[in-house]
């Protein structure tokens, strides 16, 4: 049985006071949500805060982004070290925005996801195609070639310390969700590529959808036999939304 992981992505949002609002309405409405786990992503510089606030509480939280270094001259770089230092649980790796914004590869998104494990973080590992890629019949390669290049550094059995996240980059911000016929598609392919290697890996993998998942459309998302949460970007920054999502997770 896999326990639903639903994790916000704040991405680059959010004030002092904003952020400590936000974290109220998380802690007051989290005992509503039944089974789910629950987990926020803050910008770096709020980690402290978050960290505080949700010590001694079911919500996780975890980094945006990591290096692939330990330490030293390598201006505005977090390390994973540094997350664990704070008691951070996930990191985000390879989110789409990284990969087509920063330049990162599936070499260096394999590093990371290694590092992260390596520092003792839960890696949420993004995959997903453009929207190009999609019309050209190239969701599954590209994906594959995505799931392959980690699979490869870190190798199969270690990929039960991995959590990923399918996110069609068509889907995120637009507004413009994937049905969730499309999502579980993908999802049914992801795990199906992993059993190939080792069915149990498969069995407990959990796979994520993000990709304006918000709460009108989060219960049919999920109720996909293959998608075991949500990585969820702008509903993740209001408290009502977020839970909602989380509620319909299980
Ligand atoms: C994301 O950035 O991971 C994401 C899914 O964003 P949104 O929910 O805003 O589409």
């Not at 952020?19 to 949500?33: C, M, N, R, S």
């Not at 949420?124 to 599954?140: D, F, H, K, N, Y």
């Not at 199969?156 to 996110?167: F, L, N, P, W």
């Amino acid at each position: 049985m896999r326990q639903p992981l639903v994790t916000g992505n704040w991405k680059m949002n959010g004030s002092k006071q904003s952020i400590a609002d936000l974290l109220d309405g998380l802690k007051q409405g989290v005992g509503e949500v039944n089974s789910a786990e629950l987990a926020v992503c803050p910008p770096a510089i709020y980690i402290p805060q978050v960290a505080d606030s949700l010590a001694n509480t079911p919500i996780k939280w975890g980094g945006q982004n990591l290096s692939v270094e330990n330490q030293g001259a390598f201006t505005g770089e977090i390390s994973g070290d540094m997350l664990t230092d704070f008691n951070a649980r996930y990191v985000i790796v390879g989110h789409s925005e990284r990969r087509s914004l920063y330049g990162e590869t599936d070499t260096l998104v394999a590093d990371k996801v290694a590092k992260a494990l390596a520092c003792g973080l839960t890696p949420i590992l993004c995959v997903g195609e453009l929207l190009s890629e999609r019309e050209a019949e190239q969701t599954e390669s590209v994906v594959n070639r995505q799931l392959d290049a980690v699979v490869a550094k870190i190798g199969i059995d270690t990929m039960a310390q991995v959590v990923v996240a399918y996110e069609p980059v068509w889907a995120i911000g637009t507004g413009k969700t994937a049905t969730p016929e499309q999502a579980q598609d993908v999802h049914a392919f992801i795990r199906q590529r992993i059993a190939v290697q080792n069915v149990q890996v498969a069995d407990g993998l959990r796979i994520l959808y993000g990709g304006s998942m918000k709460a009108d459309n989060a219960a049919d998302l999920m109720a996909q036999p293959d998608i075991d949460g949500g990585l969820i970007g702008g509903a993740s920054l209001k408290a009502v939304e977020f839970l909602a999502i989380c509620k319909a997770a299980g």
